[in-house]
T-cell receptor
Framework: EPEVTQTPSHQVTQMGQEVILRCVPI?????FYWYRQILGQKVEFLVS????????KSEIFDDQFSVERPDGSNFTLKIRSTKLEDSAMYFC????????????FGDGTRLSIL | KQEVTQIPAALSVPEGENLVLNCSFT??????LQWFRQDPGKGLTSLLL?????REQTSGRLNASLDKSSGRSTLYIAASQPGDSATYLC???????????FGIGTKLQVIP
């Protein structure tokens, strides 16, 4: 069964550095998402992306964050000037269509900011 | 602002028992509700998705119901097995475009 893949599985970065998290959504899916889960807390929506532009973003997704689909297969989340509180699991998801369709999640990238 | 609550936070049952997990949400204007399973260190596996116009969905031993007007959903697991041990998350899609709100989950342990 097709799946969403995320790399790396664990990223350790010094505070203040930039980090790029990578995702390969399911090939025929058109909608892409990023979520994060701080240890012990709820999964939180960050951003949704469709047709090469952001369709919705949460209040968490400020100027520190950006997303990009640099080619036909990858979907990336860039975090600039990382802070300690950015430490979390970051999940990528995709869906074949928008409203009403299930989102398929990757296994996540654990981001640790030192 | 949509809030999703799941009760209980944790549940431990002997193998073979039927069990019910509860989810409630504050804004009934939802598009759909999705139940996920999360294994430790893993991503989220979609179990069932209920559209706002539906009352329930079934998949194997799982049955999810939705009462949109009262802001509640239940996930029923029949004949529980040790392999069902995981955290179960409820998530609702409310307004906006694919903005999903999650509950914190119910951690289930099925004891052999």
């Amino acid at each position: 069964e097709p799946e969403v893949t995320q790399t790396p599985s664990h990223q350790v970065t010094q505070m203040g550095q930039e980090v790029i998290l990578r995702c390969v959504p399911i090939s025929n899916h058109l909608y892409f998402y990023w979520y994060r889960q701080i240890l012990g807390q709820k999964v939180e929506f960050l951003v949704s992306f469709y047709n090469n532009e952001i369709s919705e973003k949460s209040e968490i997704f400020d100027d520190q964050f950006s997303v990009e689909r640099p080619d036909g297969s990858n979907f990336t989340l860039k975090i600039r000037s990382t802070k300690l509180e950015d430490s979390a699991m970051y999940f990528c998801a995709s869906s074949i269509q928008g409203l009403g369709q299930p989102q398929h999640f990757g296994d996540g990238t654990r981001l640790s900011i030192l | 602002k949509q809030e999703v609550t799941q009760i209980p936070a944790a549940l431990s049952v002997p193998e073979g028992e039927n069990l019910v997990l509860n989810c409630s949400f504050t804004d009934s204007a939802i598009y759909n509700l999705q139940w996920f399973r999360q294994d430790p260190g893993k991503g989220l596996t979609s179990l069932l998705l209920i559209q706002s116009s539906q009352r329930e969905q079934t998949s194997g031993r799982l049955n999810a119901s939705l009462d949109k007007s009262s802001g509640r959903s239940t996930l029923y697991i029949a004949a529980s097995q040790p392999g069902d041990s995981a955290t179960y998350l409820c998530a609702v899609l409310t307004g906006g475009y694919q903005k999903v709100t999650f509950g914190i989950g119910t951690k289930l342990q099925v004891i052999p």
